[in-house]
């Protein structure tokens, strides 16, 4: 009987360690569960504050976006009324200096068909430019219509032939159309199509004072065509090719300085590529030439044109196809 009450004696204090021990742990399991509680509602507070941040940071690019749409709408609309007006005048320009060297109003000594040369050339650039301008507000617009038939590589060259002919005025220079071989009909806009190579053949033109600007066609498997423009000029500084299709984009150098230009053309013309469903690429070295390409599909895949951030999606009305 003493041993039983004396080992009763001895669990008794161990129990009372054991309740003090468990008491504490459980004061510091409390004490965790209010630090927890205290740190989750100032997270929740951070949290819904960086909310009501985020959400007025959406709001105001929301704002921002709305005020770019409409700049840019004004932007594209100015372009077009300003090209409309200047057409009219420039034309009765270019119509007059043209009956003025056919001598329909009487002869001109040298200096007098020397200065109206001169105007009826710069009436024709103004022209261009302003041309380019009402493409390029057209295409920002969503305006441009893309209507698609079925073509011949030869009438398409044929035709751009005829077009340049007279405006090679140096013997140093030549423009030589390669036959195309293999290639077969292209349904897509022979017209977008035979501005995007007039840009590539003029630039060509432009920048070559000796040796040729050289246009070529190749078939590329399974259902593409790549168009070259060549040429033998001036060439094209690495840090400079990758700006060339940008909108207004001109290259500093005393070539650039001498002529005249907007820097529209390659603009437009990348644009018009992704309209038909294609891109463009350029190869370039300084003091060797360039190479401007253009890559399209042999047909026009309509509904589903290739497009940036600025071209609207394709559908089909009155016979075109309007982007």
Do not use: C
């Amino acid at each position: 009987m003493q041993l039983s009450s004396s080992s009763g004696a001895v669990r008794k204090p161990r129990m009372d360690s054991l309740l003090i021990e468990l008491r504490a742990e459980i004061a510091r399991l409390e004490e965790m569960l209010r630090q927890r509680d205290t740190t989750v509602e100032t997270l929740t507070a951070e949290l819904a504050e960086t909310n009501q941040g985020v959400l007025a940071l959406y709001a105001e690019l929301d704002d921002n976006a709305v005020r770019l749409r409409e700049a840019s709408d004004l932007k594209s609309r100015f372009l077009w009324y300003m090209s409309h007006e200047f057409r009219t005048p420039l034309g009765s320009i270019r119509s007059i200096g043209r009956l003025l060297l056919d001598r329909m109003d009487g002869p001109l000594n040298d200096e007098q068909e020397k200065q109206v040369k001169f105007i009826h050339k710069a009436a024709m650039e103004l022209s261009e430019m302003v041309d380019d301008l009402l493409d390029l507000a057209k295409v920002e617009a969503g305006r441009v219509t893309i209507s698609p038939a079925w073509f011949e590589m030869v009438d398409l060259f044929s035709a751009l032939r005829g077009m340049f002919k007279p405006l090679l005025s140096s013997d140093a220079v030549s423009l030589v159309f390669e036959e195309p071989k293999d290639i077969p009909p292209l349904y897509t806009d022979d017209k977008r199509l035979s501005q995007i190579l007039r840009n590539f053949i003029s630039n060509g033109l432009k920048f070559t004072s000796r040796g040729e600007v050289r246009v070529t066609a190749t078939f590329v498997p399974p259902d593409a065509v790549t168009f070259t423009v060549s040429d033998t000029g001036i060439g094209i500084a690495p840090e400079h090719v990758k700006v060339l299709f940008q909108d207004f984009s001109q290259i500093e150098s005393p070539v650039q300085k001498r002529l005249s230009g907007t820097g529209l053309g390659l603009s437009l013309s990348k644009k018009l590529a992704l309209l038909l469903g294609g891109d463009v690429a350029v190869e370039s070295h300084i003091g060797v030439g360039s190479r401007f390409s253009v890559t399209i599909p042999v047909r026009f895949p309509a509904g589903t044109p290739r497009d940036d951030d600025r071209t609207r999606t394709a559908f089909e009305k009155d016979g075109g196809y309007v982007l």
